[in-house]
Nanobody
Framework: QVQLAETGGGLVQAGGSLRLSCAAS????????MGWFRQAPGEEREFVAD?????????NYADSVKGRFAISRDNAKNVVYLQMNSLKPEDTAVYYC????????WGQGTQVTVSS
């Protein structure tokens, strides 16, 4: 089993920045990809970004965040980050960390609120 814990959410003004962290524990050796999804009130959960964590390559971004968000990882710490810059009110959502390693694992989510 893999456990994921997100931190770093909060309230920020439009144009500001936040960095989310996702710490993985448990059978982390099984993980080969990690990513971020988000879910706004009344909306379906949507993809934000992901990457292949062993090589650090294979990054993908949703069109809505390209050029503003960056995913990265620290394999020594089993942590994946999401640096979010130039935040917009439409980025307001609960952000979830997801890991893939045979099975899919999800964190509990962290709230990001961007005020206009």
């Amino acid at each position: 089993q893999v456990q994921l814990a997100e931190t770093g959410g909060g309230l920020v003004q439009a144009g500001g920045s936040l960095r989310l962290s996702c710490a993985a524990s448990g059978r982390t050796s099984s993980i080969y990809a990690m990513g971020w999804f988000r879910q706004a009130p009344g909306e379906e959960r949507e993809f934000v970004a992901d990457m292949l964590v062993r090589s650090g390559t294979g990054t993908n971004y949703a069109d809505s965040v390209k050029g503003r968000f960056a995913i990265s990882r620290d394999n020594a710490k089993n942590v994946v980050y999401l640096q979010m810059n130039s935040l917009k009110p439409e980025d307001t959502a609960v952000y979830y960390c997801q890991a893939t390693g045979g099975l899919e694992y999800w964190g509990q989510g962290t709230q990001v609120t961007v005020s206009s």
